[in-house]
């Protein structure tokens, strides 16, 4: 057997496979958390964008201090050490902004467009903050060792013409996510107060009735959110870069994956993380190289065979949303209609 | 009669506009079945929900064992030993039987597998789908969860709101005789019936409603031979 066939799949791991696995865990971690307080506090958070950004600065910021007294990781990022401060400062704005927006209209049991257009207030309130901080920039916080495995070393380790890199970054996405996404499940389905944010979720009235205090279930589900979105944008900020902009719109996605899963559906927001990370990188993703290596000897293709420019990303995203809610509308695991 | 377990006395109340309840009287001691029936619009639940905290009363008072309970909300109501049933939505249909079960007894800190075993003695179909999302089952079955989840609380008083609304005939002859059980067991059951004549059968206590005031009150028996009560709300 020829190794073309296995050079294609080399390119195509190496340019779609880990960066869809490691951009699918970010999403999924960011719907995670949009689709919890969609499932207890029955509103779109459009502010959760905003949120990841604003845990990342303060993650970021915490993350130069240490850098500054010359505290390192070793060859993990010293953002990991950072972040337990990063979840803190945004837990503790998501109860102010709760305490000082949200709770006045869950007072007066407000329809939920008008926490969805309060959410929208709350994310440029967090947005003017964020950029007044740390500014609109780009910022670069990734230190420690770059990589897991170099193409370079793959490629004479193994013999193939292609490489596959693993970037530290990634590897730390994946491996968090997956350990995140366990201790989140064993939380909901084993503790006593996850049960309980999953009674409020089905039945408000009855779980009121059972004795659950509702505000302590509101505020668990902030604490949750908060640290699931400060996780999402400070692995995202190490895997690509911060810029408060980029977060704002990740909303985008992040809203797709949870809708397409499936909102309210912890499962449905991880399934949809990954649907849409792989949907948006197979379709941006120039397949000439792949193609080179399937195609006989001077076949192959001469443009990119790229579906869509990586600038229309985001038309993805959107247009699987679309689809989702005119042929779906409650998702691939059957959440709530919205 | 003032000095019953459970008394919700001279009840006048409504949500925000004209009154529904007008002076209307409902009481129930421990051990013993009352049934509220009455006509459509007659106020049986709205009573039900007045002596449980749900509905804001201009007049009157509500009483459990001495206590005045009047101003406490439904969940002081439950911590106090009172459980509520509701007519509908009354599970959580994506939790399964067992955490169903667990959530009713949320208030309380010991250990609760013993009621939960009494639980499931009492109703042994929700032993074996204990796993079970609640959702899942049948419309008896649901029932039970409920009755069941009310339960786990170790209530003095066990209060339901039309429990067979909605099952067959032999579901709901079922239900009564676990109901029955339940009563035995020292607990003050106090329901809301539509199938008035079923459930007069099994009742210590009667009370016929109409427009939200007391219109009979006897023994389930004695209603039930009672003429008048047979011709304008039995259907003879």
């Known amino acids: ?338 | 009669m003032s000095d019953s377990f459970l008394i919700g006395e001279a009840m006048t109340g409504g949500y925000g506009g004209a009154d529904i309840l007008k002076g209307c009287t409902i009481a129930v001691e421990e051990g013993e079945i009352a049934v509220i029936v009455g006509p459509n619009g007659a106020g049986k639940s709205t009573a039900m929900k007045a002596v449980f905290g749900m509905l804001p009363l201009r007049e009157g008072a509500v009483r459990l064992g001495g206590d005045d309970i009047t101003a406490l909300t439904p969940q002081d109501r439950v911590a106090r030993g009172m459980g509520f049933v509701p007519q509908t939505s009354n599970v959580f249909t994506t939790m399964s039987v067992e955490e169903n079960l667990e959530m009713g007894a949320y208030l309380r800190r010991d250990d609760i597998a013993e009621t939960m075993e009494q639980v499931y003695a009492l109703f042994p179909i929700l032993g074996d789908k204990r796993r079970q999302p609640a959702g899942e089952l049948s419309g008896g079955q649901r029932q039970q969860v409920a009755v069941g989840r009310a339960l786990m609380t170790r209530p003095k008083v066990l209060m339901l709101d039309e429990p067979t609304a909605g099952v067959s005939p032999i579901v709901m002859d079922e239900l009564f005789d676990r109901i029955i059980e339940i009563a035995r067991t020292g607990i003050a059951i106090l329901m809301v019936e539509q199938n008035a004549r079923q459930a007069l059968n099994i009742a210590d206590k009667g009370y016929v409603l109409v427009q939200g005031a007391n219109r009979f009150t006897d023994t389930g028996e004695a209603l039930l031979a009672n003429p008048d009560v047979r011709r304008s709300f039995l259907g003879g």
């Open chain 1, 1 to 338: 057997m020829s190794v073309e066939p296995l050079n294609a799949l080399l390119v195509l791991t190496n340019f779609v496979i880990v960066p869809g696995m490691a951009y699918g865990s970010q999403l999924a971690l960011g719907a995670l958390g949009v689709t919890l307080v969609y499932a207890v506090l029955r509103f779109s958070n459009f502010a959760h964008g905003d949120l990841m950004a604003f845990g990342t600065m303060a993650t970021i910021l915490f993350t130069w201090w240490l850098q500054a007294l010359g505290v390192g990781f070793g060859p993990l990022p010293t953002a990991l050490l950072a972040l337990p401060a990063g979840i803190v400062a945004a837990v503790a704005i998501s109860l102010l902004f709760d305490r000082t927006v949200y709770r006045f209209y869950r007072a007066q049991k407000s329809p939920p467009v008008v926490f969805v257009i309060a959410s929208v207030g709350v994310m440029f309130l967090l947005n003017g903050l964020t950029r007044m901080i740390i500014g609109p920039d780009d910022q670069r916080f990734a230190d420690g060792e770059r990589f897991i495995i170099r193409a370079r070393d793959f490629k004479t380790m193994t013999g193939f013409d292609e490489g596959v890199a693993l970037r530290t970054t990634q590897g730390l996405t994946v491996v968090v996510a997956i350990v995140v996404v366990i201790a989140l499940f064993l939380f909901l389905n084993r503790s006593r107060m996850g049960k309980a944010m999953r009674a409020y979720s089905d039945n408000e009235d009855l779980a009121l009735l059972s004795g659950i205090d509702p505000n302590r279930v509101v505020m668990v589900t902030w604490i949750i959110a908060a640290a699931l979105a400060t996780l999402a944008g400070v692995l995202y900020g190490l895997d690509k870069s911060f810029k408060p902009f980029t977060y704002f719109q990740l909303l985008l996605p992040i809203f797709a994956a949870a809708i397409v899963g499936g909102i309210g559906n912890p499962v449905g927001a991880i399934a949809g993380g990954f649907i849409i990370a792989f949907s948006e990188l197979t379709v941006t993703y120039a397949y000439k190289r792949f193609l080179g290596y399937l195609t006989p000897e001077g076949w192959s293709p001469e443009g990119l065979i790229q579906l869509l420019s990586t600038e229309y990303k985001f038309a993805v995203s959107f247009v699987i949303l679309v689809m989702v809610l005119l042929i779906r509308p409650t998702g691939l695991f059957r959440g709530r209609v919205i």
